[in-house]
């Protein structure tokens, strides 16, 4: 969305677009060394009660015993195709793609050759359509967890 404002009001806006994903991606990589461990055992920042959680989840107390093994046939397919949660996702991945494919490739020509609306505010409004499926998915996200617990 900041791209099209770029390109938009700023001389060379394009530039300045890679630019700043490119600052982001900088400014985000310390946080990902500070924060990503390769197992749970090396994480720095879950409290011991997770760690001893997922390494009991998972079946690694050390650093170098390996994963205990799950056989695809032991698990509860039923109980996993059933449940809410994977419903929720399946549903919610399914509007997301429709709304990704149908804002990509249809509704700006629709707005510009149909509804003869400038191109300037046909990226905001599909800006707009963006934002929405993020706060979609977000949204959906945060019921889910909720209606977990």
């Known amino acids: 969305m900041v791209g099209g404002l770029f390109c938009r009001y700023v001389n060379a806006g394009w530039i300045h677009t890679i630019l700043l994903s490119g600052v982001l991606g900088?400014?985000?990589?310390?946080?990902?060394?500070?924060?990503?461990?390769?197992?749970?055992?090396?994480?720095?920042?879950?409290?011991?009660?997770?760690?001893?959680?997922?390494?009991?989840?998972?079946?690694t107390k050390t650093q170098t015993q390996?994963?205990?093994?799950?056989?695809?046939?032991?698990?509860?397919?039923?109980?996993?195709?059933?449940?809410?949660?994977?419903?929720?996702?399946?549903?919610s991945e399914l509007c997301n793609l429709f709304g990704?494919?149908?804002?990509?490739?249809?509704?700006?020509?629709?707005l510009t050759e149909i509804q003869k609306i400038s191109s300037e505010y046909t990226g905001y409004i599909l800006a707009c359509g963006f934002m929405f499926m993020l706060i979609g998915n977000i949204t959906a996200g945060m019921r889910n967890d909720r209606d977990r617990h």
């Open 100 to 110: 990704l494919f149908f804002f990509l490739g249809n509704l700006g020509k629709i």
């Open 66 to 91: 390996k994963p205990r093994s799950i056989s695809l046939m032991a698990l509860p397919w039923n109980e996993i195709i059933r449940s809410k949660s994977v419903i929720g996702v399946f549903f």
């Open 26 to 59: 900088f400014l985000w990589l310390p946080l990902w060394f500070f924060l990503v461990s390769d197992t749970p055992g090396g994480h720095k920042t879950i409290s011991s009660e997770e760690r001893e959680y997922i390494q009991n989840i998972i079946g």
